[in-house]
Nanobody, 120 residues
Framework: QVQLLESGGGLVQAGGSLRLSCAVP????????IGWYRQAPGKQREMVAI???????VYADSVKGRFTISRDNAKNTVYLQMDNLKTEDTAVYFC??????????????WGPGTQVTVSS
């Protein structure tokens, strides 16, 4: 079982920024796509961004131009920089590891989640 550890969630005002971090065990980091999903109350879980082992990225349309996903191979960590946050970004954010795909069925591992709350 691979344990993903998220950090960096919290409360921020609209227009502000947060950076989420996800520490990934070394054996699962090098060859997997690492991503972020989110789930807001009463809504389905949705893909936010994903990064491949060679740095290719995919973003949800709703976050393009505002969020940036990156990976630090030396630290086995993936980051999600979230700028110009909106109230509709409020959700629990989950780090994932699996095949580089936007299909949630291709996710092998899920982190426990971290809460992001954006106030107006």
């Amino acid at each position: 079982q691979v344990q993903l550890l998220e950090s960096g969630g919290g409360l921020v005002q609209a227009g502000g920024s947060l950076r989420l971090s996800c520490a990934v065990p070394g054996s699962s980091f090098d060859d997997k796509g690492i991503g972020w999903y989110r789930q807001a109350p009463g809504k389905q879980r949705e893909m936010v961004a994903i990064i491949s082992s060679v740095g290719s990225t995919v973003y949800a349309d709703s976050v393009k131009g505002r969020f940036t996903i990156s990976r630090d191979n030396a630290k086995n960590t993936v980051y999600l920089q979230m700028d110009n946050l909106k109230t509709e970004d409020t959700a629990v954010y989950f780090c994932t590891a699996g095949v580089y795909s936007t299909d949630p069925e291709q996710v092998d591992y899920w982190g426990p989640g971290t809460q992001v709350t954006v106030s107006s």
